[in-house]
């Protein structure tokens, strides 16, 4: 830890205690690293929050609290991929719209119809999370597909089936 000492400072007085940490001057640490030193500001003239900053610095080139860091980013990471597989069916599809780019009126009126016939089927088949769309049942749902079909979701000409197949996998992606 190094002190920059202001020419006011008290410390320059003869009767004042030259190790004293009382001194409000600015604090700043020195690192040799690298084969290089340098001299970091600790933003602060407060000794024990120059000595925290010192800490964190230290922390932060110490193996073992590098690795434990990389662990606690990797959990974090699962907690969210967790999260995002449970994400309902209707936010999943309005997130997706959202994301593709369409060039025309035409293609978002596209895009919009196969999230209506996803979020619609999976409604019908009570599948509410994403989590929920295996490939066995996208599988059963494909052979469904016509133009005389039952449900108005699945009524896809066989052209069209292939295109749609395609915006399925992307959605599913």
């Known amino acids: 830890m190094i002190v920059r000492h202001s020419p006011k400072c008290r410390t320059k007085h003869p009767t004042y205690d030259q190790h004293s940490r009382k001194c409000n001057c600015r604090k700043a640490l020195y690192i040799y690293e690298g084969g290089q030193d340098r001299t970091i500001s600790a933003k602060t003239r407060s000794w024990e929050e120059a000595e925290k900053f010192a800490q964190r610095e230290w922390d932060r080139r110490d193996p073992a609290k590098q690795y434990l860091q990389e662990l606690e980013d990797h959990e974090a990471q699962k907690v969210e991929l967790q999260k995002a597989k449970n994400i309902t069916v209707s936010v999943a599809t309005e997130r997706w719209l959202r994301s593709v780019k369409t060039e025309s009126v035409e ?63 992307r959605f599913c992606r």
């Open 107 to 169: 293609t978002a009126v596209i895009y919009k119809r196969a999230a209506w016939r996803i979020a619609t089927w999976a409604a019908d088949r009570g599948i509410e999370t994403v989590r929920g769309i295996a490939a066995d049942v996208v599988d059963e749902w494909r052979g469904t597909w016509d133009t005389t079909a039952e449900k108005r979701y699945s009524r896809i000409g066989p052209t069209s089936q292939s295109h749609f197949q395609g915006r399925l996998r």
